[in-house]
């Protein structure tokens, strides 16, 4: 049985990308921030796109993408500190 959070985290994978809308009524998540928290504290680095279409209307869209450099580095830094 998969819980709301892995469902979301699934999606991600697989490339979708998913406004905080979508993921409420598609997942009947709540909170999709704390959920999107929570598949961050599993590893992921998960992104929040701003989108403007051809009429000019920005939406907002969580993605998993690859880390930066300085993400990783700061990951290092927050271990070696003992956080």
Known sequence: ??????????????????????????FSVASPTKVISLVRQRGNAVYLNTRTDTKGRQTRKYRIGNPSSSLVAAGYRAIAAGL
């Not at 049985?1 to 598609?26: P, Y």
């Open 1 to 26: 049985m998969f819980s709301q959070v892995d469902k979301v985290e699934n999606a991600l994978l697989e490339g979708q990308e998913l406004t905080a809308a979508q993921i409420a009524s598609r």
